[in-house]
């Protein structure tokens, strides 16, 4: 072979790897452009805003359809829709009622945790949030005797659940307002993945869903909530995990004797929790355990929530006190940066058995 053709191959196969190099390179940052863009659906349900942010190819439509599941789940547990599951349940004076399996078992869900949880948490709770005027527009502070009157009205063990047949004794309601949200985020991102979607944040109210981890590979950012006024208390980086807060902040109003009044109620004694928390932050794969356990632990307060998570630990948690103390797992230790101010305040690791 003659030393110019050789050189004239040589330069073929060259130009031939560079296309080819190219190709791929190009073919790769096409899939990439397309993994990467991102699409948002803001609307309201569930009393509450919601944003759904996904990427991915077909996301766009994938979040149209978890907003007509979000539609299609308030339909069903709407206390004042009277074409709800819930109402039916409500308004059935003991009756048994026919409900659907997704409300069968988000009602088996919070029964048992309502059972794990000694009663923090309890889904039948609602007469008594309303006489407290928190399911309307005006807040009031009921007189004892009637919150002891409600009180024998509640009782999660007055609801019978079988299979798919619920009996309430009348006069007993149930109200999905502690996990409803949670539940669903665990809904929605089961229809994200199953759609194909890899990376995705699920907003609903500040109850945070995330799926995977944001496109580039790393963790998402969670803001968790100041309870003592604007900004974060800190900031989580967190991938596939449920992230959700409860605390009094959220909503309270301050009566005639100028002290502030909660809206998670002890159902023990028909009053706003006054557990000297702030606030309830959990961190855990479901986001149905994140939003039982955030209020339920809120309810408990720091010592019991403590003895809680040394008795299951399937989650991590975030407990800030009255005095501004904030108590953490040791599984999220790493994974938080607190703001500001909270960064030199008490900081206490729960760890085993301690
Ligand atoms: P969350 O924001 O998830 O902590 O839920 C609080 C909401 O659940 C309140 O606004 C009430 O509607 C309802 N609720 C209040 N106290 C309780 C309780 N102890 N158990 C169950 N639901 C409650
Ligand atoms: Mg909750």
Known sequence: ???????????????????????????????TDKDYEEFKQTFFA?????????????????????????????????????????????????????????????????????????????PTIYPVVDAWGFTGEENRIPESHELARLLGRVGYDKVKLNGNK??????????????????AGDILSGLLMDAGIRSSLIDLGGNIQAVGSKPDGSDWKIGIRNPLGDGNLGVLSVSDRAVVTSGSYERYFVGEDGKEYGHIIDPETGYPAESGLLSVTVIAKQGKLCDALSTSLFVMGLDKAMDYWNQYQDFDMILVTEQQEIYLTEGIQSQIELDGAWSSNGIHVIKTGK
Do not use: R
């Open 46 to 122: 569930m009393d509450t805003f919601i944003t759904l942010t996904a990427y991915g190819k077909n996301a766009d439509a994938v979040l149209k359809e978890a907003e007509n599941k979000m539609a299609e789940l308030e339909s069903l547990w709407s206390v004042t829709d009277e074409k709800s599951e819930v109402f039916t349940i409500n308004h059935s004076k003991g009756n048994a009622v026919e409900i659907s399996n997704v409300t069968a078992d988000l009602l088996a869900f919070a029964l048992q945790m309502a059972s794990q949880t000694d009663g923090a948490l309890d």
């Open 1 to 31: 072979m003659k030393l110019k053709q050789k050189i004239h191959n040589k330069t073929m196969k060259i130009f031939i790897l560079f296309t080819c190099m190219v190709f791929i390179l190009s073919a790769c940052s096409n899939a």
């Open 166 to 183: 619920v009996i309430v004794p009348d006069g007993t309601e149930v109200d999905f307002g502690a996990v409803g949200k949670g539940y």
